[in-house]
């Protein structure tokens, strides 16, 4: 069975940081992209950061300069470091993994991040 866990999550203060963590295990394989979403109470769930096996990054505009994707190939992890959190942040963060050509695709069971106003 393929298990995607997450971790990190949590109540933390306007301006303070967060780290997440989402680990792969199982028949996991080709996983090229691994990413973050994000779902705010009411709203859809929408892109936070990507990244390829290769290196390449995407974030999403409200979140530049402030979190930081990352990854460990060999261990099928991506994190997601963030900083200076504001209340807008507040939201269930999932883990995204998916196959180069994205005709696999996995998620995380989701975490809970809440920034305190």
């Known amino acids: 069975q393929v298990q995607f866990v997450e971790s990190g999550g949590g109540l933390v203060q306007l301006g303070g940081s967060l780290r997440l963590s989402c680990t792969a295990s199982?028949?996991?394989?080709?996983?090229?992209?691994m990413g973050w979403y994000r779902q705010a109470p009411g709203k859809q769930r929408e892109l936070v950061a990507t990244?390829?096996?290769?290196?390449?990054?995407n974030y999403a505009d409200s979140v530049k300069g402030r979190f930081t994707i990352s990854r460990d190939n060999a261990k099928n992890t991506v994190y997601l470091q963030m900083n200076s959190l504001k209340p807008e942040d507040t939201a269930v963060y999932y883990c995204?993994?998916?196959?180069?050509?994205?005709?696999?695709?996995?998620w995380g069971q989701g975490t809970q991040v809440t920034i305190a106003s």
């Open positions: 199982g028949s996991v394989f080709r996983l090229y992209f």
């Open positions: 990244s390829t096996a290769d290196g390449s990054t």
């Open positions: 995204n993994a998916q196959s180069r050509s994205r005709a696999l695709t996995y």
